[in-house]
């Protein structure tokens, strides 16, 4: 009869110790914490952003620049609402702000209302095909890129260029991939989510 | 005892998750709109980035890491392509080099013409601009906000507002220093308003950009001011940029709109040179205008001639012992002017130069009029309207 202390530090995983109660390893539950689902993505968002915003142009071309921590603010309520999340969101948007330039509250607003419309509308979407969830995620990120639009109107009286905002929304969107990996991953892994 | 014991009164009190959460939201979403408002971007002014100098700083760190081994890369394969295209290479860069041997000596021959012509008009020149060289490593390039983080600082002497160029075209401007790493403005963003000059029609422009690759061209005044393929310039006014800086080409857009192929797209932007240039402040001010030399003291003596005395060639003021083509015409005007005057008083015939003459009353270099009577003293130009001496003989020659 295996016993948490004969797993070893191999299976325990970086973050969170593997709980076994008798069962099969399979079967056995996993206490998913913080760092898991919010803060080992959220640096892994900083990561990509800052490898993306590289000065370096293969071929001619400019990098991608995905608003990676939509997927974050998308992902997250569906997984469980949470305390922590919105402010690890907001710092995220914060740091968006600083780094890119834009006026400091610009991203932050228009992650924090995408992750408040999802947090009400979350026992909706949780469960559905993948393709209904792609499409859910597809209008959010709709309206969350025409808000930027708004608050960028606002802001400097200027239009940005429409077709600069299609790209960067293409280019966000091929992250979706990552959302259904979170969600796979983390919407029933811990039975105290559910 | 319906709910727990005496001792937990409020472990069945549940606060619903959901609307809890909500509350955190509304509170990140109050601080975050309170800090957009007080961050406007609409005027970029020298403190709306100093409070990011610190994160600039540590955000720049990871991006020159990355473009370490990037720039490595890059630097072999451009070794790996010298290599095996040098011939080609070699014989196309002879070809440009003799023509730019006869571009180089047509420059030299204006400029000398054009410094001449700054001295004799006491132009208001202004004056070299120191560069400081830096490197890109980070950017910004989406539609909301165009922005460059590069790797010098106030510990170079780079300031608030200073222009930024590769060696194609303007870039943009300086917004945020800290002390080893700036924050680059490009001309492309959305609060990036600069004054251009079509350079064909010299009509004025603003130049707005919108996020994309290709700023808007407003504000343009007059017929056909603008053409496609047109240059344009920074104009220089309101003095944040000096004037003619190369910036781009005119085009028009699909929805009509002109607008501005930067040169500085041409290639990817790497190095860059920072100008040291703030504002009118730098050029000289009254005092110094007040100052400057007469132009006496900087041209050679005028050309002498010989069959007209020393005070009435004195009044022939701006002629130039330089042979440029408006000083020498200028002199022969004024001089045949004063010449026949002079002649006038003295003998009948008239002194215009003839080529059979022995003793031609043309006039001569400098050396042999130094060599045959005092150098007369040179004034700067007067405007003709306030000597009215010209004879009816020189009217005949206008």
């Known amino acids: 009869m295996k016993v948490p202390g004969m797993l070893g530090p191999k299976r325990r995983g970086i973050s969170g110790a593997a709980i076994n109660r008798g069962l099969r390893s399979g079967m056995a539950s996993k206490i998913v914490g913080p760092w898991d689902w919010i803060l080992a993505p959220a640096l892994m968002s900083i990561g990509l952003t800052l490898a993306l915003a590289a000065a370096f142009q293969p071929f001619g071309f400019y990098l991608p620049e995905p608003v990676s921590p939509l997927i974050l603010a998308f992902a997250w309520p569906l997984i469980r609402p949470s305390y922590f999340a919105p402010l690890v969101l907001g710092v995220l948007g914060l740091f968006l702000d600083m780094f890119w330039g834009a006026s400091l509250g610009f991203w932050t607003i228009s992650l924090m209302l995408v992750y408040g419309a999802l947090v009400t509308a979350r026992t909706y979407i949780v469960g559905q095909e993948w393709i209904v969830v792609f499409g859910i995620f597809l209008l959010t990120e709709g309206l969350f890129f025409s808000l930027c639009v708004l608050l960028t109107l606002v802001d400097t009286g200027v239009w940005p260029r429409l077709w600069g905002v299609v790209e960067q929304a293409f280019a966000t969107t091929l992250l979706f991939p990552f959302v259904l990996y979170l969600l796979e991953k983390y919407v029933h892994a811990d039975v105290r989510f559910q | 005892m319906p709910y727990g014991d005496n001792n937990k009164h409020f472990e069945h009190l549940k606060l619903p998750m959901t609307w809890a959460v909500m509350g955190v939201v509304a509170v990140v979403c109050i601080v975050a709109a309170l800090m957009f408002l007080g961050d406007r971007r609409d005027d970029v002014e020298p403190g709306a980035y100093t409070n990011r100098a610190g994160f600039d700083t540590v955000a720049s760190l990871p991006d020159k890491a990355l473009s370490y081994p990037v720039h490595k890369i890059g ?15 070699n014989r196309s860069l002879k070809k440009k080099v003799a023509q730019l041997q006869q571009d180089h000596d047509r420059m030299v021959e204006l400029a000398d013409i054009n410094a001449r012509y700054e001295k004799l008009l006491n132009l208001r020149t202004e004056p070299p601009v120191e560069t400081v060289a830096a490197r890109s490593v980070a950017v910004s390039r989406g539609p909301f906000a165009n922005n460059r983080l590069i790797d010098a600082g106030s510990n170079k002497k780079i300031g608030f507002g200073n222009p930024v160029i590769t060696e194609h075209g303007l870039v943009g401007r300086i917004v945020g220093v800290s002390a080893d790493v700036s924050r680059v403005l490009m001309v492309t963003d959305v609060t990036s308003h600069v004054p251009v000059m079509i350079l064909r029609s010299d009509a004025r422009a603003m130049m707005n950009g919108d996020g994309g690759g290709y700023p808007k061209l407003d504000f343009v005044r007059g017929k056909d001011s603008v053409k496609v393929g047109d240059q344009i310039l920074s104009s220089g006014d309101g003095g944040i940029f000096p004037r003619g800086l190369p910036v781009g080409e005119a085009v028009k857009g699909v929805d009509g709109v002109w607008r501005v192929r930067l040169y500085s797209n041409r290639a990817p932007i790497d190095f860059v040179k920072v100008l040291l240039f703030k504002d009118f402040s730098q050029l000289p001010n009254g005092d110094t205008l007040l100052r400057t030399p007469a132009v006496s003291d ?18 022939s003021g701006s002629s130039s012992a330089s042979g440029s083509s408006a000083s020498s015409s200028a002199a022969v ?51 003709p309207a306030t000597t009215q001496t010209t004879s009816p003989a020189a009217e005949g020659q206008q």
């Open chain 2, 298 to 315: 900087v041209l050679p003596p005028p050309a002498q001639p010989v069959g007209a005395s020393a005070p009435a060639s004195s009044a």
């Open chain 2, 333 to 383: 005007t004024t001089t045949g002017a004063a010449s026949s005057s002079a002649a006038s008083a003295t003998k009948p015939k008239p002194v215009a130069p003839k080529p059979a003459a022995p003793k031609p009353a043309a006039p001569k270099p400098a050396g042999a009029s130094n060599s045959a009577a005092p150098t007369p003293e040179l004034r700067p130009f007067v405007p």
């Open chain 2, 75 to 89: 630097d072999g394969t451009n070794w790996l392509d010298d290599y095996f295209f040098a011939v080609r290479e």
